[in-house]
C-alpha cells in the first residue's frame, strides 16, 4: 500500500485526491492546507480524513512514501526538496519549477535517493495526445513539418505568473512528448491588458530538420479554444479538444515539390485525399496518470514525464520569457 500526502487543495487538488483513492493500492493518508475553507472542502468531500495547515507534518511523516506537490510554483522547489530529503516520492502539479537551476537540482536528488519525480503533464495521459503519438510512431503522418497550438478562454487570470507560465506547459509537454526533438531557438512576443503579467502570447519554437512550433495561449479571448495542428509529409491532423465526437481528424493532405525535367522550374503538387477520425480511448487521463505514477514507484521504472521532462519545458519558459522581455530571439545551446 502506498501511501500519499497531498499539498494543496485549491483548484486543481481535488481531482488530485479523488484520482490517487480510486486505486486500491493507495491510500490518501493526509491533506495539507493554508485555508481552513479548503480544508473544509476536505472534511466535507472526505470525512475522516487527515487536514493540517502544516506541510512540514506531511512532509516529515514516516508514515507517507509520497507528496503530491499542488500548489502555485514558487513553492513547488522548496516543498518537493524537503520531501526528497525525507526520502519521498514527488508528484508535482506542472510547470515543474520556477527555474532549470531548481529542477536540475531536483533531479540530481532524486537520482541520488533512488527516488520518483513525475510533473502532472495531464495531457499526456490523455486519449487524444496517445493516438497522436501512435500515429506518428507507425509513420502515418511522415515527416512532421510543425506543430501549430491555440489555447484561449476569458480567465482565469492569475497572481503569480504570466499566461506562457499558465497555459503553455500544456503545449511545451505535448510537444516535447510527440517531436522528442531539443528547441534551438526560442521567439515570444505578449502583451499585459488587464494587470502587470502578459494575458496574452505568442510563442515560436524552431527545432532541427526545419521543424517548426507555434503556441497562442490567451486568457483574454471571447471563445474558449483548445485546438492544434500537426503537419506531416504524408498526411495532416487536427486534434479540437473540445469536439466530443471527433477529436482527431486526420486529413490525406499534402503539397509536393517536383523539378520538370529540361526546365528545371519548381512546381508544386497538391494532394487531397479521405479524412478519416481515429478512435480515441475514452478514460480520464489524470486517473490513468496516478496510476502510472504508483506503477513507476513500485517497479522503479523512470516515468516519460519525469523531472528531466519537466526541465526541459521549463528551460524553454525561461527562453520564452527572456525573449518577451528584451524583444529577441533566444539561441539554446
Known sequence: MIKIGVIGYGY???????????????????????SPKALARVMGAHPGLHTTTDPDELLRSPELDAIAIVTPVSYHYELAKKALENGKHVFVEKPFTATSAQAEELNEMAESRN????????FLFTGAV??????????????????????????????????????????????????????????????????????IAYLTVYFPDNVLAHINVNWLSPVKVRTTFVGGQKKMLVWNDLDPAEKIRVYDKGAEVQTEQGVHQALVSYRTGDMFAPKIEESEALRVETRYFLDCIQSGARPFNDGHAGLRVVRILEAAEQSLN???????A
Not at 486543481?12 to 491510500?27: A, L, M
Open 115 to 122: 527516488l520518483q519525480i513525475m510533473v502532472d503533464h495531464t
Open 326 to 332: 528584451q524583444h529577441k530571439e533566444i539561441v539554446l
Open 12 to 34: 486543481w487538488g481535488p481531482n488530485i485526491v479523488r484520482n490517487f483513492s480510486t486505486h486500491k493500492d493507495c491510500r490518501i493518508v493526509a491533506v495539507c492546507d493554508k
Open 130 to 199: 496517445r493516438k497522436i503519438k501512435q500515429l506518428m510512431d507507425d509513420g502515418v503522418l511522415g515527416q512532421i513539418y510543425y506543430y501549430d497550438s491555440t489555447r484561449v478562454n476569458l480567465g482565469l487570470f492569475q497572481h503569480d505568473v504570466n499566461v506562457l507560465w499558465d497555459l503553455a506547459p500544456h503545449d511545451l509537454a505535448i510537444m516535447d512528448y510527440l517531436l522528442g526533438l531539443e528547441p534551438e531557438l526560442i521567439v515570444a512576443t505578449g502583451g499585459a491588458h488587464v494587470n502587470s503579467l502578459e494575458n
